[in-house]
């Protein structure tokens, strides 16, 4: 069973309301009793924001997984079809969809998750491809790892952003992407470092944000 508690003004507990929670409620998805997870899912990893929650599920049956998340989404930090009607459609968590098939992703399915402030970092996996980091939702301190802030432009809120690597060198050489295999990733307040590894046996930590 799930239970959460604490500050809720966004719904971020998942217990169906917008009310601070001095105690420790079960928690919600859609179309599910209360405390309870979809059927046939299991719950692999929780990641917080300042009011976004993030819970990656995986599928007993054939291990394949999905993101789902619930609470304040207006800076597109819970994908691009975190549309809802009203507040009270984000207290409960909400399978996300990440419109993969736009960016050419097909067949990848995410695999680690992380969350800063108002940004959400997700790396995609698939069998004998490279993994893609990719991060959506708020830049107020370049938090999205796209140059954006930078260089001196607001990026779109409604869309995925491919984080790229091409700018990294080993012994003068470009960076491989295309044997790019992420092994942790981890956010703070505005803030992510991702641990990267290529078949040139490049192995090191990038940091993005403030």
Not at 56 to 72: I, P
Not at 103 to 114: K, N, Q, S
């Amino acid at each position: 069973m799930l239970l959460s508690a604490g500050s809720n003004a966004h719904g971020q507990l998942a217990n169906g309301s917008l009310d601070d929670s001095h105690f420790f409620p079960p928690c919600c998805f859609s179309g599910c009793a209360p405390g309870t997870l979809p059927a046939g899912r299991t719950l692999l990893h929780l990641e917080f924001g300042a009011n976004h929650t993030l819970a990656l599920l995986k599928f007993s049956e054939n291990g394949t997984t999905e993101l789902w998340g619930c609470g304040d989404g207006t800076a597109g930090q819970l994908s691009p079809s975190y549309d809802l009607a009203d507040d009270s459609d984000g207290t409960v968590f909400r399978p996300l969809d990440l419109t993969l098939e736009r960016h050419g992703l097909e067949g990848h399915l995410p695999r680690l998750v992380a969350a800063s402030w108002e940004t959400t970092y997700v790396v995609l996996s698939r069998q004998a491809m490279p993994d893609v980091l990719v991060s959506m939702g708020g830049d107020d301190f370049g938090d999205l790892g796209i140059g954006a802030k930078l260089a001196g432009k607001s990026p779109a809120k409604n869309i995925i952003h491919t984080v790229r690597f091409d700018h990294l060198e080993q012994n003068g050489v470009a960076v491989d992407e295309d044997s790019l295999l992420v092994e942790s990733l981890a956010a703070g307040q505005h803030h992510a470092v991702v641990r990267l590894t290529t078949a040139g046996c490049l192995t090191g930590l990038l940091d993005m944000g403030s």
